[in-house]
């Protein structure tokens, strides 16, 4: 059974930063793409940043300049840094992870950016 652990979510004032992490369990195997999706209240979970095994990134456009993604293929860990926090980056973030055989997705953290 494969999973998605997720960490490194909690409270922060607006300014400040934060670092994702999402490791992907050792039976998940042939990981193409990992992602973070983030989802406010009474908002429709969007994508956040991408990134393949090779490398190749992309972003929302509402965090370009200010999140980074990286990630650790030997590991198969996924980060995502969280620079310039702003209130309306709060929400649940999800981690993702698209294989070449199936699509699996964290239990999501929260991130509260507030003074």
């Known amino acids: 059974q494969g999973q998605l652990v997720e960490s490194g979510g909690g409270l922060v004032q607006p300014g400040g930063s934060l670092r994702l992490s999402c490791a992907a369990s050792g039976t998940i195997v042939s990981i193409n793409v990992m992602a973070w999706y983030r989802q406010a209240p009474g908002k429709q979970r969007e994508l956040v940043a991408a990134?393949?095994?090779?490398?190749?990134?992309n972003y929302a456009d509402s965090v370009k300049g200010r999140f980074t993604i990286s990630r650790d293929n030997a590991k198969s860990t996924v980060y995502l840094q969280m620079d310039t926090l702003k209130p309306e980056d709060t929400a649940v973030y999800y981690c993702?992870?698209?294989?070449?055989?199936?699509?699996?997705w964290g239990q999501g953290t929260q991130v509260t950016v507030s003074s």
């Open positions: 990134i393949t095994s090779g490398g190749t990134t």
């Open positions: 993702k992870a698209v294989t070449t055989y199936y699509v699996y």
